[in-house]
């Protein structure tokens, strides 16, 4: 682990030692599966990850297991999506706080107004400068659908 390792990935290693400790096999897979998609980024592009960077892995991560989820729940695998369930929420321990859909819609606001957006042909200009604000504390999905409207209003 190189010496400027970032925060967040210091956090996640110690809790993995804190897990291997406890001797909690749930947590440590589900820490160990973090740590591998680190590692696997890192490898693949030959750069340490800033917290920025993990929160992007962790994202998709998320994302992953929550659609997983929903096919557990609907093909009535319960026990397939307790684990998921217990693997998202110890995946978001890591993630930073949620926006509120007020903030949400007050940070899209003054994005559409500093940009000068006036139709929905500027919405990527607008999601794009939102991206990095909004990573990892909201949906884009959902984003993308307020920045729309409020274009189009």
């Keep these: 682990?190189?010496?400027?390792?970032?925060?967040?990935?210091?956090?996640?290693?110690d809790q993995v030692k804190s897990a291997m400790r406890a001797?909690?096999?749930?947590?440590?897979?589900?820490?160990?599966?973090?740590?591998?998609?680190?590692?696997?980024?890192?490898?693949?592009?030959?750069?340490?990850?800033?917290d920025d960077g993990i929160i992007v892995i962790m994202t998709k991560m998320c994302k992953q297991r929550r659609d997983s989820l929903s096919q557990f729940q609907d093909a009535g695998r319960d026990d397939l999506a307790e684990i998921e369930i217990a693997e998202l929420a110890i995946i978001e321990e890591f993630m930073p706080t949620p926006l509120t859909d007020d903030e949400i819609a007050t940070?899209?606001?003054?994005?559409?107004?500093e940009l000068g957006a006036t139709g929905p042909k500027e919405m990527g200009n607008?999601?794009?400068?939102?991206?990095?604000?909004?990573?990892?504390?909201?949906?884009?999905?959902?984003?993308?659908?307020l920045v729309k409207a409020a274009l189009t209003s």
Excluded at 139 to 145: F, T
């Design 1 to 13: 682990m190189p010496a400027e390792a970032s925060p967040l990935k210091v956090t996640i290693l």
């Design 23 to 50: 001797k909690d096999k749930k947590r440590l897979g589900t820490l160990r599966q973090i740590t591998a998609a680190i590692k696997q980024f890192e490898i693949d592009n030959r750069e340490d990850l800033n």
């Design 126 to 145: 607008v999601i794009k400068a939102l991206r990095p604000k909004f990573q990892g504390r909201a949906d884009m999905g959902a984003v993308s659908g």
């Design 107 to 113: 940070e899209i606001a003054a994005m559409i107004k």
